[in-house]
């Protein structure tokens, strides 16, 4: 069974950096595309990342809301796909989830697309 385990939300303030993290158990992240998604209350699952694999290495996709703002990486060694979020902002408040792909290198926004999730972390960005 492939079971992915998110962990790292909390607590920031504005302008704060966070890293949560998405660890796989039952299957090799590095066979699958990984996607970051996040949903606030009240609003659907909103993609902002996603890692896929190209004959280039690792080439990764961000959603224009968090360009420059978040970086997705992979540690093969540790099985773990990291989202590292910088100068964060109340909007940015959510329940982060990551999902494998059914390939390694095809990203979609579509979140129906994505067959195993994690459970979420929840991160709240408050003063």
């Known amino acids: 069974q492939l079971l992915l385990v998110e962990s790292g939300g909390g607590l920031v303030q504005p302008g704060g950096s966070l890293r949560v993290s998405c660890a796989a158990a039952g299957f090799t992240l590095d066979s699958y595309a990984i996607a970051w998604f996040r949903q606030a209350p009240g609003h659907g699952r909103e993609g902002v990342a996603c890692l896929r694999y190209r004959s280039s290495g690792t080439s990764p996709k961000y959603a224009d809301t968090v360009k420059g703002q978040f970086t997705s990486s992979r540690d093969s060694a540790n099985n773990t796909v990291y989202l590292q979020m910088n100068e964060l902002k109340p909007e940015d408040a959510a329940v982060y989830y990551c999902?494998?792909?059914?390939?390694?290198?095809?990203?979609?926004?579509?979140?129906?697309?994505?067959?195993?999730w994690g459970q979420g972390t929840k991160v709240t960005v408050s003063s």
């Open positions: 999902a494998a792909g059914q390939t390694s290198f095809q990203c979609r926004d579509d979140s129906t697309w994505y067959e195993h």
